[in-house]
């Protein structure tokens, strides 16, 4: 059993009134999982929920709202962040803390989402997001795998920290095997601030999530009106409106009549994934580093299977070093820093495949050295297409939990 709860309507009200009866009890963010219900203590209701500040104007908009008894049911399962992040001084644009309030508060400040789902709700933990960990990536993507069994349940919305929201969305986007959609949804300003975003991008997800147009769309990212495909979401500045694909585009947008997309992707993912959780609890350790003018490359003592170099091309000296990182059997993957690498080999797009062209570098270098000097055989490197560096250290370390032969790993570069 874990902590679900089916949210009516009338409970909405309840709920928040009952928030603003225990003010003060804040919980302390736990890095963990919130353990199944039976082991876990009753979550302390905290500082004035969301919207109730104007509780008055919440219960009046519950009251208008004619539930649809016929919704789809969406499960939203709350991991914490702005969304539900609450001030010190409520309705002023201070300081707050994130992952705060439960997933029942944040739902129950959202009463018209009664008129598209029938929601339940699910704590799985109450952070700020740069306290999501790999090993929790893993078990989210594991219990939406078990959620999205269910015949009634038509999709899931994750509410979560913005900071790592993109992280997140594409672990699952690699990992949730399903054709049922799946929304990762945040917010920019905490929910007790002045015009909090959260409210209405958690009523655009659930919408989304309820919507059988948004079935085969992969994981998706919905804020700020906007649908996005999570492969290409990205957080790029901290106010409403900072989620980007930048030159790919959005899926669709979120309209007063509710979803309508545009496009849908064409690479791998859901149903067709080839990424199988089951006995994995760890991933792959996977660095990540930048290359630079003068630099020299950079050697790790945490014995990585894996490392990402973000680059747009590298100096003879760091080349060396990653050949020499190569050779050792460690996986090197190159991409450009803003993921836009559209041209960059690897054999993605239509036609044969084309040769990976990381070490162009190197055969540059040996132009300069003596022509005897014999060329070790050395296992090529990834090229990451279109994918920011960030995303693709987190396609090799689930690509490593099923091949560490780098050819086969550029296939899968290729196809995700
Ligand atoms: C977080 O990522 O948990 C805090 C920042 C945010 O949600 O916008």
């Not at 919305?157 to 690699?174: I, N, P, Q, S």
């Not at 790029?236 to 545009?262: H, I, K, N, W």
């Amino acid at each position: 059993m874990r902590l679900t709860r089916t949210v009516s309507p009338a409970a909405f009200v309840a709920v928040l009134l009952a928030g603003c009866a225990r003010p003060g009890a804040t919980p302390a963010p736990s890095a963990s999982p919130v353990p199944p219900a039976s082991a876990a203590p009753a979550p302390a209701a905290p500082a004035p929920a969301a919207g109730s500040t104007a509780t008055g104007t919440t219960a009046a908009r519950a009251a208008a709202v004619v539930p649809n008894p016929n919704a789809p049911k969406v499960l939203v399962i709350a991991t914490g962040g702005t969304i539900a992040g609450v001030q010190n001084a409520p309705g002023t644009l201070g300081s707050y803390r994130a992952g705060t309030l439960t997933a029942e508060q944040i739902t129950a400040s959202v009463p018209e989402l009664a008129r598209y789902a029938r929601v339940e709700t699910e704590q799985f933990s109450n952070v700020a997001s740069t306290l999501v960990t790999p090993e929790m990536w893993v078990q989210l993507a594991k219990r939406i795998n078990t959620v999205l069994q269910r015949g009634d349940l038509a999709g899931v919305v994750v509410t979560h920290g913005t900071d790592r929201l993109e992280e997140t969305a594409f672990f699952l986007y690699l990992t949730v095997r399903s054709s049922k959609p799946v929304v990762v949804v945040g917010a920019q300003r905490p929910a007790t601030g002045i015009s909090p975003d959260g409210p209405i991008n958690l009523l655009s997800a659930v919408r989304t999530a309820a919507s059988p147009k948004a079935v085969q769309k992969g994981v998706m990212v919905v804020m700020d009106d906007r649908i996005l495909s999570a492969r290409e979401s990205r957080k790029l500045y901290q106010r409403t409106g900072g989620f980007s694909t930048g030159d790919m585009g959005m899926l669709g947008v979120v309209a007063s009549q509710g979803p309508e997309f545009f496009f849908a992707p064409v690479r791998r993912f859901g149903e067709r994934s080839e990424f199988d959780l089951d006995g994995v609890d760890t991933l792959p350790k996977v660095e990540l580093t930048m290359s630079y003018p003068g630099g020299t490359g950079q050697t790790f003592t945490t014995n990585p299977q894996g490392v990402v170099v973000a680059t747009t091309g590298m100096t003879a000296a760091e080349s060396a070093t990653y050949r020499a990182l190569r050779q050792t059997g460690v996986v090197v993957v190159t991409s450009f820093t803003s993921g836009e690498n559209v041209n960059g080999g690897g054999g993605g797009g239509d036609g044969p495949p084309v040769p990976a062209r990381t070490d162009t570098t190197a055969r540059r270098d040996s132009v300069a050295r003596p022509a005897a000097a014999p060329v070790p055989p050395v296992p090529p490197a990834v090229v990451a297409l279109h994918l920011t560096p960030t995303k693709a250290r987190i396609l090799l370390m689930v690509a490593l939990t099923k091949t560490k032969n780098p050819r086969e790993v550029q296939r899968i570069f290729n196809e995700y």
